[in-house]
């Protein structure tokens, strides 16, 4: 793939690494390109990161066909830059893109495009401890129409962000709220595409589980509202009696390059994985018997998170008396080992940026 270079007359100051955040600062670039039906991807381009105008009539304005990605790359103690199974990524986009109707953006341009771009912003790849340059690519409907039907032009575009840990309580544990009156998926729907609806759809639960002193909310399914599902932000998992529960990929959960990775690693040391469904009313049960020994969400952003409390229905269950457990700890010191390329890659997943 061709792409054009746009050079920007003066760089941009860069943010402390100390008080990075998530998604505050943005680098000196992006990348660009447009689809057109007829013609295909054209016009490559690496351009100043700035505002971008579209007509308001645009297709995703209205109708939110927009499907996005979330990916990091590392700075390795030997200075070198690295991504994490870029390949998934591309391959979950084009998935979400089949359910929204929205054209392909094949996973070697997607790979290729992540890193021209990375490697143009690497001294924008922060080096302090637990910091990282999220990458967000994502794809929208550019079509000027207010017909609702499959639009004719699109544009996918990466930018990237120097971030710290997602939540301000970094490796500590967050407080989440089971949200049980509103849903975010359904089968059939859109729950395993990552698209910018679905996250509009949660926000009203966010609210909530903000207003109750949560930092997220955990979703149930969307039919009889019992089983547990995701977090907003995260997959979730649990360990109840040494064996560890986390919802099935079937059609209403977000299939996370981080659970996926999780989940390999578990069964390598031994941990018996149920991906299986996991009723509110028995994961309760299990915390008030003293049998839901860790919690943790997994995600590109949030990476592994504890949790050490879960609210339902008014009800508070503390798990591991509100600390980190050790598997989740063993955990984030072997995935984040893994992707600052701290311990060896047995499994295959890095990839040099150069
Ligand atoms: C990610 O983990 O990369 C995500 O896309 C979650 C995001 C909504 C912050």
Same mark, same amino acid.
């Given at each position: ?17 100390? @008080? ?52 990091? @790359? ?15 990524? @591309? ?35 922060? *080096? ?104 907003? *932000? ?26 996926? *990775? ?93």
């Amino acid at each position: 793939m061709e792409i054009r270079f746009e050079k920007r007359e003066q760089l941009l100051e860069k943010p402390d690494q100390k @008080a990075l955040g998530f998604g505050k600062y943005f680098t000196d670039y992006m990348f660009v390109m447009d689809y057109d039906a007829g013609q295909g991807w054209h016009d490559a381009r690496i351009v100043p990161h700035a505002a971008i105008s579209m007509m308001p009539a645009g297709v995703v304005l209205h109708y939110a066909q927009e499907t996005f990605e979330g990916l990091k @790359a590392y700075r390795r103690a030997d200075g070198k830059i690295q991504l994490f199974r870029p390949e998934m990524n @591309a391959r979950r986009m084009m998935k979400s893109n089949d359910r929204l109707c929205m054209p392909q953006f094949p996973e070697d341009m997607f790979v290729e495009a992540v890193k021209a771009l990375v490697n143009v912003e690497k001294d924008w790849v922060p *080096s302090e401890p637990d910091t990282s340059l999220y990458i967000r690519p994502f794809m929208f409907a550019t079509e000027v129409s207010l017909g609702v039907h499959m639009a004719n032009s699109y544009c996918f575009m990466i930018i990237l962000s120097p971030v710290g840990a997602y939540y301000e309580e970094g490796l500590n544990p967050v407080k989440i709220m089971v949200e049980d009156q509103y849903v975010r998926a359904v089968k059939g729907g859109t729950g395993f595409a990552k698209c910018g609806g679905n996250y509009a759809g949660s926000i009203i639960g966010q609210v909530q589980a903000e207003k109750e002193g949560c930092a997220q909310v955990l979703w149930l399914d969307g039919t009889e509202r019992k089983y547990v599902e995701e977090v907003g *932000s995260m997959n979730i998992m649990f360990k109840i009696d040494g064996e560890i529960y986390t919802a099935p990929i079937e059609g209403t959960v977000l299939p996370g390059v981080t659970r996926d *990775s999780i989940i390999h690693i578990l069964k390598d040391w031994g941990y018996k994985v149920n991906e299986t469904r996991l009723s509110i009313d028995d994961l309760m049960q299990a915390g008030r018997d003293g049998r839901l020994e860790e919690v943790f969400g997994t995600g590109t952003a949030a990476v592994i998170s504890p949790v050490g409390a879960l609210r339902y229905r008014g009800e508070e269950i503390t798990v591991n008396d509100f600390k980190i457990g050790d598997l989740t700890q063993k955990l984030y010191d072997c995935l984040t080992g893994i992707q600052w390329g701290k311990i060896e890659d047995k499994y295959g997943w890095t990839t040099m940026v150069d």
